[in-house]
């Protein structure tokens, strides 16, 4: 018998499959409970479970969708970056970062990628498939046994465009969220995209209370078109209009994400282009200095990355400006660095 996946059901799936197998549906809040917030993934192990029900899910669905595979340990701060293997073999990889009392976790949404970002290694590996809910889930659950601090925020900034896995990844969200899962507030749970306009549409439309990310890394057409192509179907202008609908307030705050390369969008005139672009929007702006993945970009210096950030502040009236340090540099698990395609 060929076993299917029950890490991913939600509440109502559940409760319906206890109820479709003439089991009690108040069962379905003790598995919920078990998977997600203890994190067991034994059934056997669910002390409040009836034998009957425990050998009849134990025969017919799997529990844990993935395995560790390895895991890399930075020696300059406390970041592990975490290989996993799907049941089909395939890699994906998340980063576990402890600052301080803040226990930060970036996961994986697809297997590789296909946006196509000319500065990100995951794009470069090209696209297998999306990750179920479960997948996605068991992540958080794994990287939980595997370090003491417990997890206080999750973003969704590792492989894939969370955007063309929408589903999959607001029902993730749904469960990290629930009082009954992960209890995570909503404000500790961010979800990125290059710029998908129809889901950024949706995502706006539904009220998700999720903050948004949105990675620009240019402020022009021409520039943007040339490192993220999908520039060329959803341009600055289309985005821009439809992040003015977004509900934004202190602490729900749209942010910009910017990666800063050498040469391609690191002028002064992109800075005022871009402290426009978030005045507008009032969000908080996050200059990330490029991580080398060891292809035609690279950093601007010093001086540069100062300018630019210098020419941000003098003009900040109704945005914040933050300056993302990445961590795992020396693992290649910092931001645009995660891909598993010496695995495959």
């Known amino acids: 018998m060929v076993q299917k996946q029950i890490k991913g059901l ?86 576990s970062m402890i600052d301080k009392n803040l226990h930060t976790v970036c996961i994986s949404s697809q297997v590789g990628c296909n946006v196509d970002c000319k500065f990100c290694a995951t794009g470069l590996m090209g696209f297998s498939r999306n990750l179920s809910c479960g997948e996605i889930v068991d992540q958080i659950i794994e990287i939980t046994k595997l370090r003491e601090e417990p997890v206080t925020n999750v973003v969704y900034m590792g492989m894939g465009e969370p955007f063309l896995n929408y589903n999959q990844v607001i029902k993730s969200a749904q469960i990290l969220h629930d009082p009954h899962g992960m209890n995570l507030g909503r404000n500790r749970i961010t979800i990125s995209t290059s710029g998908i306009l129809p889901k950024i549409k949706q995502y706006i439309s539904e009220g998700q209370p999720y903050k948004l990310a949105i990675s620009l890394n240019a402020t022009t057409d021409k520039t943007r078109t040339e490192i993220i192509p999908i520039n060329k179907k959803w341009t600055i202008d289309m985005i821009m209009k439809e992040l003015e609908k ?85 693992i290649d698990a910092a931001c645009g660095q995660l891909s598993t395609a010496h695995h495959d």
């Open 246 to 330: 977004y509900p934004s307030d202190k602490k729900n705050m749209i942010m910009i994400e910017y990666v800063l390369l050498k040469g391609v969008n690191d002028t002064i005139q992109d800075a005022q282009r871009l402290s426009s672009y978030a005045n507008k929007l009032r969000c908080k702006v996050n200059v990330i200095p490029f991580n080398d993945i060891g292809n035609e970009f690279s950093r601007p210096d010093e001086q540069t990355i100062n300018r630019f950030i210098d020419v941000l502040h003098k003009n900040q009236r109704h945005y914040q400006t933050l300056v993302r340090w990445s961590k795992g540099v020396d």
């Open 10 to 95: 939600n509440l109502d799936e559940l409760t319906l499959l206890c109820e479709e197998n003439n089991f009690s549906a108040y069962r379905a809040k003790q598995l919920y409970h078990w998977m997600y917030r203890h994190g067991v993934d034994d059934v056997k192990q669910m002390e409040n479970i009836p034998d009957d029900m425990s050998d009849y899910l134990s025969d017919r669905y799997q529990f844990k969708t993935l395995e560790v595979e390895n895991i890399q340990s930075s020696k300059a701060e406390d970041t592990k970056k975490i290989l996993f293997r799907t049941h089909d073999a395939k890699f994906i990889e998340s980063v």
